[in-house]
């Protein structure tokens, strides 16, 4: 610590020692004056619209003040006054030197009054027979009332509040009135706020609590305010003012303290605005005591007379008036799914193995979804049904929820985690597999390594199963290995056990069975065996490596195939 002491010192001698005296420092000059600074009122458009332009002497960057709430950037600019009155524009000029400010009174002579029959108006106020106005809350019962995105997004890409997750923040009380009389704003917040964690020094904000682990609850009063809308780029923003911080229930640090109008109907609000941190930020409101109509209907899932098989459909169906049913999905709960759009519609589903299995269908109308689901128990396997997995055999990867141990690939291609090709039969209705590439490499091969200390036993189990999905005639091959001997691994190696493909772009269960098998050559001078599994050299504490070949030997030319569910003997230990 006294070093580190010592050190400051010497840097800030350095500094001081370098710093020019305040007579040698440069002048940067002084900010503009009135006389320099000038701006045009120009008719615009129409008697609600003016054109305010820039025309100063010397260079800056200009940003604006209009008077009516709204504050802008530019050099020319379109401003609208929709209602009579004196509003005060002023032109703020950034340069070098520093910023300056001019000021004109501009008359707005005339009202617009067809704003009081505009839609966006009258949805947000209720109108001018509504004089009490219209009050909004926080949508808190809709994933998404709160949420976050890139600037240029449209939707909380990168995050959405679940339903109720502000609990405690004290924005889910909150009430947002608005009267088109005078435009009045009267936020009511009972006391307490949510505020954004970086913004949460302003000294009108007390008492801060974290709430959800982040962000803060603060003691607030706000003061009432006013509203106005504002059309920039095609669209429509709505614009708070007063003389302490007005926001939707979370303040965020809305740039100007404008939001951007979204959608808008009788009964859903939905706002974004770019925030303090750069990002867009949204808020979904609904009007206070507005109880949202839901779709309703009941899952119904009941097994028929033959072996395993499930009659699923929905009953119960009510649909709001004017809701348009667009998508149904189901999911079976073992891999497999269907849609249609007809609530009539119904399936039959066949389970393969035993075991329980949650049926859920999701639909979506008028933009939301609704979801229902039940788990059946299936007690037995289907008639059909030939086991996959043996006794002692051990799942090491299927290329989604579970990964014991990943693949990796020797040589000259790949091994990738992508879509299944066909999940819509039996024996893969993964979502996912591995994909397997070979360039015209003769032996390129994708293996699994055992951790360090791991090793295969093969005395109670002999065989390795493997899904694989290619082209018919073409081969696999599955062998076993020993690093221990480091580039001479392959001299410890299995015989080829290999499994030819018997149907094009069809999932296949591959076995290699390794009873019977030999391994290494006396040739080498090292060890060699005429059966893995009998030989104790050979069947336990030996084998740590799996390599998976496809058209092995061949380097002509790129070979690819799908694979998934490596499983094999128990491996002592290992989870």
Known sequence: MKNIFFVLIIIG??????EPALTERPDIGTPPSESQMNFTISPGADDFHVVLENTSSVAGIASWDLGNGVKATGNKIIAKYSLAGTYTITLNLATKGGIGSLSKEYN????DYSIFNDPVYLYISGGINNSSGKTWVIDSLEWGHFGVSAADANW????GANPLQ????????????????????????NGNSYVK????NDPLYSNPVPVDGADLRVSYTPEIGSWSINEKDGMEYLILNGTTPLFFGFNTGAVNNEFRIDSINENILKLSCIAFDGNRWYYQLIPDGYVKPQLEYNLSVNPTVNPNEYLIALTNVNVP???TITNIAYDFGDGTNAQ???????????YMRKGSYTIEVIVTANNENFSRSTTITVLNNHPSYVQYLLNAMVMYNDFGETTIVPLAFEGNGSIQTVVNPDKSIWPNRSNHCGFYTKNNDQWGNAYMLLPAGY????????????????TAGEVVLLKLENTDKGANAWQTGTHDVTYTIQKSNTWEIAEFNFAGVGAGWNWTGDIFTSDVTTDSNFNKDFYNVVRIMYQPGDGSQVYTFYLDDLAGPHVEGLK
């Open 13 to 18: 001698a350095l500094i001081s020692s370098c």
């Open 108 to 111: 707005q002579s005339s009202t």
């Open 156 to 159: 909380p890409v990168w995050w």
């Open 166 to 189: 502000k609990s405690g923040g004290g924005c889910y009380d909150d009430k947002f009135n608005f009267n088109i009389n005078e435009f009045v704003f009267n936020y009511i917040n």
């Open 197 to 200: 964690n970086e913004i949460a």
């Open 321 to 323: 008036n004017n809701w």
């Open 340 to 350: 249609t759009v007809d609530t009539a519609q119904t399936f039959t589903h066949t």
């Open 455 to 470: 090793r295969f036993d093969l005395t109670l189990q002999s065989k390795f199963r493997l899904l694989v999905y290619g």
